[in-house]
C-alpha cells in the first residue's frame, strides 16, 4: 500500500463515506487512491477548494457524520483557510486534509508550498503533519506510514469529542508515495496526553442549586445555544421546558432546538432578535444559558446585559466560563447529560409560579409582533422567506444560508421545528456559505429537500459551485433574493452614515444606485443576469418579479426534479428589523 492509500482507508475505517476534495500536483497520489476505493468512499469535485470546505460543514452541521475536505498544498491549502476559521468559530467537527510538497524541500519556498500548519495553528482545534523523522531512512519512512491510521483516528476523535471544531492534517507527497508491504493496524491506539474529553457528570449539588434557583424565580427565561444542539439535547430540552414553562429564547447558532413555532418560543434573541426576546432577557431575574458564549451580536453592551438576573451556565468548555460575563452558578458539563440529570430530578413541586411573566411576555408579544411593510406587487425578502417556510415547512427541509440580510430574515421568518436542519455561519459570518453547505447537505441527504437562501451579493462568492450541482446531480433549490445591493452594508449606511453609498451596489456604476440616488424601482435587466448564469451550468432557473407570481414559483421550484434557482427581485430599501446597534441595549433597540 502507498502512503495515500493508508490514509483513505483509514478515513473509510472512521466513517468517512463524502470527501469534498480538489486535486493538484501535491495531492495527486491521494486522488488516485480515492478513485481506487470509489465504490466505498464517494468523491465530490467541487469548483473551489472553500466551497469543498464548507460542502463538507455542510455535512457535519445535519448528520453524526463528520465532513471531510481535502486540497493541495499552496494556494490549494490556503483557500480552505477561511473554511477552517469558519468551523471553528461555530464549533463544528471537520476533517481537512492538504497536500504539501515533499518533506526535503518543505522551508525552501518549493513550487506551491506554504506552512499550513502554521497558517491555521489559530484556527483549529488540533493539527498533524504526517512525517519521517529522516526521509532518507527507510525505516523512519515505514514508520510515518504505520502512524497514518493513529494520526487518522485521533484526529476523528478530537474533532468530535468534547467542544466539537476542525483538524488539519498536512501530508507531505514523499510520504503519499512511499510504499509499505508490512501489514498495517487501522484500529491502533491513540496517543493523546493531557486531552480528556470524557463527558464530565454534573454533581447532584448543582442539579440541586439550579433547581432552587428555578424553584424561587419569578422570571426565568432559558436562552440556548448551538451547544444545545451540537450534545444532541434538543429532546431533553424540550422536555424540560415543557415540564417548567419556562420561556426559551435562541440564538443564531441554537434555532431549531425548540420548536420556533411553538407558543412557548420567544424565537431568537440579540442584535436582529424579536423584541419580546430582548425584553424578557433585560427583566428575567433568573437566566438559564445552555450552551451558549455570551457573543456580542447577543449582548450588546456587556455590563447591560441580563444585569438583573442570576445566571447559571452550563458549557462543555471551562474556557467559556466567565470569560464574557460573570455566571452565578458555572457548571462544566455536557448540555446533554446536565439535561437528562436536571429533567430525572425535577419534580411539579419545583415548577416555578410564572402566571403573571407569561402575562407580560405574552403583551410584549401582542405589542411588538415580527412584521414588515406592505409594498404593494414587490416581493419583499421577509415575505418571500415567509411564503418558502409555508410551503416546506412540513416537507423536514434542509436550510442553507448565505450572510447578509437574507440570513436574518431566513433566521426571524423560518421558524425551525427540528435541530441540524438550519445552517448559518454564524460567529464568522462568511459571504459564500450558503450554496457549497447546501451542496454537502444535499449529498448527506440525497432525499431530503434542500435549500439555499441567497443574496446576491453571497452567492457570487461561491457561484462556481453551481456547476457542482449540475455535475454531481445534486437537486439543491436556491432561493435567490436579489436586491443588486449588499443589503446588510446599505442598513447600516442608512442608519449611521446618512444613507452615503460607499461601493454596496453591486450594479454597473453610472447607474444612480451607485451613490444611493436610486428611485428604489426594479431595472428592467438586473445585473448580473443570474437565470441566464444557471442556465448555463445546466440548472433551471426563473426570475419572480410579482408578489402575485411568487406562490406558484416558490411551488415550481421546490417541486423541480433537479437543481432550480429561482431570482427573486426585492426592494433594497428593506431593513432587517428589529436592530439593537452594535453595543447598544435594549433601550436602544430600532423598530422602525
Known amino acids: 500500500m502507498t502512503g495515500s492509500e493508508i490514509l483513505v482507508e483509514a478515513l473509510i475505517r472512521q466513517g468517512g463515506k463524502t470527501v469534498f476534495a480538489y486535486p493538484g500536483g501535491a495531492s495527486m497520489p491521494l486522488h488516485q487512491a480515492l478513485r481506487k476505493s470509489r465504490d466505498r468512499i464517494r468523491t465530490i469535485l467541487p469548483r473551489h477548494e472553500q466551497g469543498g470546505g464548507f460542502a463538507a460543514q455542510g ?14 498544498s499552496g494556494p490549494g491549502a490556503t483557500n480552505l483557510v477561511t473554511s477552517i476559521a469558519d468551523a471553528k468559530m461555530d464549533s463544528i467537527p471537520l476533517i481537512a486534509i492538504t497536500g504539501q510538497v515533499g518533506q526535503k524541500v518543505i522551508g525552501t519556498d518549493a513550487f506551491q508550498e506554504t506552512p499550513i500548519v502554521e497558517i491555521c495553528r489559530a484556527v483549529t482545534k488540533h493539527h498533524y503533519m504526517i512525517t519521517a523523522g529522516d526521509p532518507d531512512d527507510p525505516e523512519s519512512v515505514q514508520a510515518a506510514l504505520r502512524s497514518i491510521p493513529r494520526i487518522v483516528k485521533e484526529a476523528f476523535f478530537v474533532a468530535r469529542t468534547g467542544r466539537p471544531g476542525p483538524v488539519l492534517i498536512d501530508f507531505p507527497k514523499n510520504i503519499q508515495l ?19 474529553p470524557e463527558r464530565r457528570k454534573v454533581a447532584s449539588e448543582q442539579i440541586r442549586q439550579v433547581i432552587a434557583a428555578i424553584r424561587r424565580s419569578k422570571r426565568p427565561i432559558l436562552y440556548v445555544g448551538g451547544g444545545c444542539i451540537a450534545s444532541d439535547a434538543a429532546e431533553e430540552l424540550t422536555k424540560f421546558a415543557r415540564a417548567s414553562n419556562i420561556p426559551v429564547t435562541m440564538t443564531v447558532m441554537g434555532l431549531g432546538a425548540f420548536p420556533g413555532d411553538d407558543a412557548q418560543s420567544l424565537h431568537m434573541l440579540g442584535m436582529h432578535g424579536t423584541v419580546y426576546a430582548n425584553y424578557a432577557i433585560n427583566e428575567a431575574d433568573l437566566l438559564l444559558a445552555l450552551g451558549v458564549r455570551f457573543d456580542d451580536r447577543v449582548t450588546g453592551k456587556l455590563e447591560e446585559f441580563a444585569k438583573h438576573g442570576k445566571i447559571v451556565h452550563v458549557d462543555i468548555d471551562a474556557s467559556e466560563m466567565h470569560k464574557n460575563k460573570e455566571a452565578h452558578i458555572p457548571i462544566v458539563a455536557d448540555l446533554k447529560l446536565f439535561l437528562e440529570k436536571l429533567n430525572a430530578e425535577f419534580k411539579p413541586a419545583d415548577k416555578p409560579e410564572i402566571a403573571a411573566w407569561w402575562t407580560q411576555i405574552n403583551e410584549w408579544k401582542e405589542k411588538f409582533p415580527l412584521k414588515y411593510r406592505e409594498a404593494g406587487d414587490f416581493i419583499v425578502p421577509q415575505h418571500a422567506v415567509e411564503e418558502l417556510w409555508k410551503q416546506t415547512v412540513d416537507r423536514d427541509a434542509y436550510i442553507a444560508v448565505g450572510v447578509g440580510q437574507h440570513q436574518m430574515f431566513a433566521a426571524q421568518y423560518y421558524k425551525f421545528r427540528k435541530p441540524k436542519h438550519w445552517l448559518s455561519s454564524s460567529g464568522l459570518g462568511t459571504m459564500g456559505f450558503g450554496l457549497p453547505a447546501a451542496m454537502g447537505v444535499q449529498a448527506a441527504h440525497p432525499n431530503s429537500l434542500v435549500v439555499d437562501i441567497d443574496g446576491d451579493g453571497s452567492i457570487l462568492m461561491n457561484i462556481q459551485e453551481l456547476a457542482t450541482l449540475h455535475c454531481e446531480k445534486l437537486p439543491v433549490k436556491i432561493l435567490l433574493l436579489n436586491n443588486q445591493h449588499l443589503g446588510m452594508v446599505v442598513q447600516w449606511e442608512d442608519r449611521f452614515m446618512a444613507g452615503r453609498r460607499a461601493h454596496t451596489y453591486l450594479g454597473p456604476i453610472d447607474h444612480p444606485e451607485w451613490l444611493g440616488e436610486g428611485s428604489g424601482a426594479h431595472y428592467e435587466d438586473t445585473y448580473p443576469n443570474f437565470v441566464k448564469m444557471a442556465e448555463s451550468f445546466g440548472l433551471k432557473a426563473r426570475q419572480v418579479k410579482s408578489k402575485a407570481e411568487l406562490p406558484a414559483a416558490i411551488a415550481e421550484m421546490i417541486n423541480h426534479d433537479g437543481p432550480y434557482l429561482l431570482d427573486v427581485l426585492c426592494p433594497y430599501q428593506e431593513h432587517v428589523l428589529p436592530m439593537i446597534p452594535g453595543g447598544g441595549t435594549v433601550r436602544d433597540i430600532i423598530t422602525e
Open 59 to 72: 455535512i457535519s452541521r445535519t448528520s453524526d457524520e463528520i465532513g471531510i475536505c481535502m486540497a493541495t
Open 178 to 196: 512511499a510504499t509499505t508491504d508490512q501489514p498495517i493496524d487501522f484500529d491502533p491506539p491513540m496517543n493523546l496526553p493531557g486531552y480528556h
